[in-house]
């Protein structure tokens, strides 16, 4: 079956711009989790949702970014006003979520963003 | 909450077995450890998981230590296929990745 989904996958923005990164999690997950991991760095969570409720969001940086999953699938990691120190690969993860552990993570390719 | 430390990196010769270790000291009694691995250029991909007991699939094999302090993964003959960076992850820090162990299987 399909596995998780990113685009772009590549994004190219100049500082100062606004972005948005958007993922598509496997049929049927309710968890879904963004990270950011910088070069040579692991992944860093950044915020979690429970179908559409964002249950954690303290990874997020700076009020410049924001995330959304309205209609608890499809979900998009805006970024505002981009800075140089917000390049980074973003990773998007889904997970099936039952009341009991474990709850294995799928990852998606990531969305590669650099900021000039 | 729970972390884990892993060696920065680490070498095997292919075919060989490789054993990779993760120390999460605080753990708790509930907490799975799960391992995950990531190619260059792509996202993690789950590798295995367990409680207390040995696990063996058919990508590796769990060791956990009677404590639950410590765990090994084993790739029983590294491949070339196998070069990645390792992370193992608590889940009751499922967030926490650290930096993981990369992995270099020389032919």
């Known amino acids: 079956g399909a596995g998780v989904s990113q685009s772009p996958r590549y994004k190219v923005a100049k500082r100062g711009q606004d972005v948005a990164l958007r993922c598509d999690p496997i049929s049927g997950h309710v968890s879904l989790f963004w990270y950011q991991q910088a070069l040579g760095q692991g992944p860093e969570f950044l915020t979690y949702f429970q179908n559409e409720a964002q249950l954690d969001k303290s990874g997020l940086p700076s009020d410049r970014f924001f995330a959304e999953r309205p209609e608890g699938s499809v979900s998009t990691l805006k970024i505002q006003r981009t800075q140089q120190e917000d390049s980074a690969v973003y990773l998007c993860?889904?997970?099936?979520?039952?009341?009991?552990?474990?709850?294995?993570?799928?990852f998606g390719p990531g969305t590669r963003l650099t900021v000039l | 909450d729970a972390k884990t430390t892993q060696p920065n990196s680490m070498e095997s010769n292919e075919e060989e077995p490789v054993h990779l270790p993760c120390n999460h000291s605080t753990i708790s009694g509930t907490d799975y450890i799960h391992w995950y691995r990531q190619l260059p250029s792509q996202g993690p991909e789950y590798v295995i998981h367990g409680l207390t007991s040995n696990v063996n699939n058919r990508m590796a094999s769990l060791a956990i230590a009677e404590d639950r302090k410590s765990s090994t993964l084993i790739l029983h003959r590294a491949t070339l296929r196998d070069a990645a960076v390792y992370y193992c992850?608590?889940?009751?820090?499922?967030?926490?990745f650290g930096t993981g162990t990369s992995l270099t299987v020389i032919p």
């Open positions: 993860a889904s997970s099936l979520w039952q009341d009991s552990w474990p709850d294995t993570q799928y």
């Open positions: 992850t608590i889940t009751g820090n499922q967030f926490y």
